[in-house]
């Protein structure tokens, strides 16, 4: 029986090793997403680009081919935006399909919690404390009535990897996530990151705040469009 089995052609032996790379880039992304893998898959997803970009730029005479080839290629394409959705709320802190949920802090023991309600207790009956709590100086956001870690984009306002604006929350940002043991984010990419957000709330005639703090034990980037004043 073997002899009447003809052999596959190289064509379809391109698109089995291109469906197999297609199937092991999602993968990787999964476990990824999933904190099993310390970075993304850039060597695989170059790779099975180049597989796709070498078969688009080739001629292929048969319709039933074309058909499988542009099917491999539109599963890729609408994979790599899931992922670059995913690398946005990433960066925003947004929840992130499969990504595991933080474990919450344990609860303090009752001697604990009671000797640090202690010193804040004795503390509250001191004459002295209180009256130097009355003339101490309110921090600079309480003076002004603005929040001294937000960073404001005017809606006419440059945000590139050049802007003292971007440079400013890339360094906070940098900083909060070096402190929560996660991985950078590169200038270029919170630059386009900060101008999409710009541009979107531009065309409601606002400007935008940005705003780098915690929740549920990672870094979380805030977006807030500001109102007219």
């Given at each position: ?13 391109e698109m089995m ?74 960066e925003l802190g ?136």
């Amino acid at each position: 029986m073997a002899d009447f089995v003809k052999p596959k052609s190289d064509f379809e032996k391109e698109m089995m090793m291109l469906e197999a790379e297609i199937r092991r880039l999602e993968a990787e992304y999964n476990m990824y997403f999933a904190g099993r893998l310390p970075r993304p898959p850039v060597e695989t997803r170059a790779r099975v680009a180049g597989l796709v970009k070498k078969t688009d730029n080739s001629y292929i005479r048969n319709t039933a081919d074309r058909f499988r080839f542009e099917t491999l290629q539109n599963r890729f394409q609408k994979f790599i935006d899931l992922v670059e959705r995913q690398m946005t709320n990433r960066e925003l802190g947004r929840p992130v399909m499969g990504a595991r949920k933080p474990e919450p802090p344990p609860a303090p023991k009752k001697k604990e919690a009671e000797q640090a309600d202690q010193p804040a207790a004795a503390s509250a009956g001191k004459p002295a404390d209180k009256a130097a709590a009355k003339t101490a100086v309110p921090p600079r956001e309480n003076v002004e009535g603005v929040d001294a870690s937000l960073i404001r984009f005017k809606r006419d306002q440059v945000a590139n990897k050049d802007s003292d604006h971007v440079r400013q929350l890339h360094e906070q940002l940098s900083a909060a996530k070096q402190k929560a043991g996660e991985t950078p984010v590169p200038i270029d990419r919170l630059a386009s990151l900060v101008k999409a957000q710009v541009d979107k709330f531009k065309k409601e005639g606002q400007d935008v705040t940005f705003k780098v703090g915690m929740k549920d034990g990672k870094v979380q980037l805030t977006v807030t469009p500001v109102k007219d004043e």
